[in-house]
C-alpha cells in the first residue's frame, strides 16, 4: 500500500531556541536540522541567532560561528573553504549549495533554514551518506582507459580536443546535482543520477580513452541514464556553473549513434 505520510520516525520536531548572543545589536535567524542517531529521537530544528557584525558573510562562516560561540555539537563537514572540496554541500534555503561560497545575504528570508542535502541517509545533523553516491561514481570507471603501452612522458591531446572537457572536469562531486533531481529521489539505488552521468560523458569523450563502447554498453539499461527526464534541476543548482543534463543528453546521443 502507498505510504502518503512519513513515517513517525522521520517527523522532524520543533527542537531549541537558543538564546540570542549577549550585546548582540544585529542578529540573524537560522533554523537547522539536528540529528544525533545515539539519542534515538527524532530530528528537530534548532534556531540560533547569530550576531552578523561578528561573523563572516558565508554560509559556511555562520555554521563556524554557531560551532565555536554557541553549540559545538553542531556536526557538519567542510574542507577547503574555496568552493574545491565538495563538502560543505547542503540545503539552504531550500535550494542545494556548497555553504562556503554561498552568501547567508543571498538567502531571502527573515529565517535561513539549513538542512542536509535531501534524499540521502543522514548520518548526524548535516553530514549526509554519501555511500551510494560515491559507488556510483566508481561505476563510470572516472579513469583513461587504454590498450596502448603507456607513453614514456604522458597522454598528449590536441588543444581542441582538450577543450571538449571543459564544462566536465570541473566537477567537485558535491552531489548537489544528483540530491536535487526528483528522478534520483525516487529511484537513486537504480538510477546513476546527474553527477556520476556527467563523470561518464566526461571519459566518454576524452580524445585519450579506448573504452567508448564498454563504456556506453555500461549505461545500456532502463534505470542507469535512460531515467534523467531533463527536468533540469541539476543544471540549476550547480555551484560550478555545470549543466550535467547536457552531458547526459549527449550521452543519450551517443548511444543512438552507434546502433544507427
Ligand atoms: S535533467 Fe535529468 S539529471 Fe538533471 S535533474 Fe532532471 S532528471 Fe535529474
Ligand atoms: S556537476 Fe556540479 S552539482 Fe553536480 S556534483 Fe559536480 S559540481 Fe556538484
Ligand atoms: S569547504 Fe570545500 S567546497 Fe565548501
Keep these: 500500500m502507498v505510504q502518503l505520510t512519513l513515517p513517525k520516525n522521520s517527523v522532524i520536531g520543533k527542537g531549541k531556541t537558543w538564546p540570542k548572543p549577549d550585546g548582540a545589536k544585529k542578529t540573524k535567524a537560522f533554523r537547522v536540522y539536528r540529528y544525533s542517531p545515539e539519542q534515538g529521537s527524532n530530528p528537530r530544528w534548532d534556531t540560533y541567532h547569530v550576531d552578523t557584525s561578528k561573523c563572516g558573510p558565508m554560509v559556511l562562516d555562520v555554521l563556524l560561528y554557531i560551532k565555536n560561540k554557541i553549540d559545538p555539537t553542531l556536526a557538519f563537514r567542510r574542507s577547503c573553504r574555496e568552493g574545491v572540496c565538495g563538502s560543505c554541500a547542503m540545503n539552504i534555503g531550500g535550494h542545494n549549495s556548497i555553504a562556503c561560497t554561498k552568501g547567508w545575504d543571498e538567502v531571502a528570508g527573515r529565517t535561513i533554514t539549513i538542512a542536509p542535502l535531501p534524499s540521502l541517509p543522514v548520518v548526524r545533523d548535516l553530514i549526509p551518506d554519501l555511500t551510494n553516491f560515491y559507488a556510483q561514481h566508481a561505476y563510470v570507471q572516472p579513469f583513461l ?36 533531481c526528483p528522478s534520483y529521489w525516487w529511484n537513486g539505488d537504480k538510477y546513476l543520477g546527474p553527477a556520476a552521468l556527467l563523470q561518464a560523458y566526461r571519459w566518454l569523450i576524452d580524445s585519450r580513452d579506448e573504452a567508448t563502447g564498454e563504456r556506453l554498453d555500461d549505461l545500456e539499461d532502463p534505470f542507469k541514464l535512460y531515467r534523467c527526464h531533463t527536468i533540469m534541476n541539476c543544471a540549476q543548482v550547480c555551484p560550478k556553473g555545470l549543466n550535467p543534463a547536457k552531458a547526459i543528453a549527449n550521452v543519450k546521443h551517443m548511444m543512438v549513434e552507434r546502433v544507427v
Excluded: F, H, M
Design 145 to 180: 582507459k587504454t590498450d596502448t603501452p603507456a607513453p614514456e612522458r604522458e597522454w598528449k591531446q590536441t588543444p581542441e580536443d582538450r577543450e571538449q572537457l571543459d564544462g566536465l572536469y570541473e566537477c567537485i562531486l558535491c552531489a548537489c546535482c544528483s540530491t536535487s
